[in-house]
C-alpha cells in the first residue's frame, strides 16, 4: 500500500531563512506523482510543486523547491528566503496510480506545520 | 477566473442527521474529489466524480454519497451523522488540461456533529 510520512509535526524557521520539510513515501509503483500542499488557518489546500517518478531534474516553483531522491524515496521541500506568510501546515501528497493512468486520489502525510519568526 | 467554491462554511449538526455539502469546481475543470480532514490529521480521499458518475471511492461506509450534476458541480451527502464525522470536508477539482492533473482545493465545509 501506498504511504506518506512526515516527521515533523512542527518546525520553527527564523525570516528570510532557508527551511526543509521532510517526506518520505512508499509505494511499488514504477510511476507516481508527488505534490506539496501549503493550507494556511483558513483551510484551503494551496498547491505548491510537483514532481514526477520519472522527472530527471528537481521540480522548483518560485522560492520553492523539491529535492527528489528517488532510491531514498524521499521528497522533501525546500523554502527559501521564508516569509511571515510561510506559516502554515504543510502536506506532503502522492497520487496513486491506476494502470488505467492517473486517478484523483491524493494519499496525504500528516502535515508538518511551520512557524516563520520575524 | 472564480477557483473551487464549496457551501456552507460551517454547518453544525446532530447525531443521526443528515446534512449535503455543495461543490463548485474551478473553471474548464470536469473532474470533483471530496476528502475529509480531521483535527490534525491529512485529507483522507472520499470518492472522486467524473461525468456524473462516482469514478473511485476510498474507505467510507454507504452513509457517504455524492453526485455530479451536468455543469459539473457535486454534492456531498453524509447520512446518520455520528460524532466522528466532524471534521473539515474539501473538495477538489482536476481536469485533463491541467499540467500534471493537479487538484484545486477550495476552503472546506467545517461540520461539526453535537
Known amino acids: 500500500a501506498q504511504k506518506i510520512t512526515q516527521t515533523q509535526p512542527g518546525m520553527f524557521v527564523q525570516e528570510k531563512e532557508a527551511v526543509t520539510l521532510d517526506c518520505t513515501y512508499d509505494t511499488s509503483d514504477p510511476s507516481y506523482g508527488l505534490f506539496w500542499y501549503k493550507q494556511p488557518s483558513s483551510g484551503e489546500m494551496i498547491f505548491l510543486i510537483y514532481q514526477g517518478s520519472y522527472d530527471q531534474q528537481n521540480a522548483t516553483e518560485g522560492r520553492y523547491s523539491l529535492n527528489f531522491q528517488k532510491a531514498r524515496k524521499s521528497a522533501n521541500l525546500v523554502i527559501s528566503a521564508s516569509q511571515l506568510g510561510d506559516s502554515a501546515m504543510y502536506f506532503c501528497a502522492m497520487r496513486e496510480v491506476h494502470g488505467s493512468g492517473n486517478t484523483g486520489k491524493l494519499i496525504f502525510g500528516q502535515g508538518t506545520t511551520l512557524q516563520v519568526k520575524p | 477566473d472564480a477557483g473551487v467554491t464549496q457551501s456552507p462554511t460551517h454547518l453544525i449538526k446532530t447525531r443521526g442527521q443528515q446534512v449535503t455539502l455543495r461543490c463548485s469546481p474551478k473553471s474548464g475543470h470536469d473532474t470533483v474529489s471530496w476528502y475529509q480532514q480531521a483535527l490534525g490529521q491529512g485529507p483522507q480521499f472520499i470518492f472522486q466524480?467524473?461525468?456524473?458518475?462516482?469514478?473511485q471511492r476510498g474507505n467510507f461506509p454507504d452513509r457517504f454519497s455524492g453526485h455530479q450534476f451536468p455543469n459539473y458541480s457535486s454534492e456531498l451527502n453524509v447520512n446518520a451523522l455520528l460524532l466522528g464525522d466532524s471534521a473539515l470536508y474539501l473538495c477538489a477539482s482536476s481536469g485533463v488540461l491541467e499540467a500534471n492533473e493537479k487538484l484545486f482545493f477550495g476552503s472546506g465545509t467545517q461540520l461539526s456533529v453535537l
Open positions: 466524480y467524473y461525468e456524473e458518475e462516482e469514478r
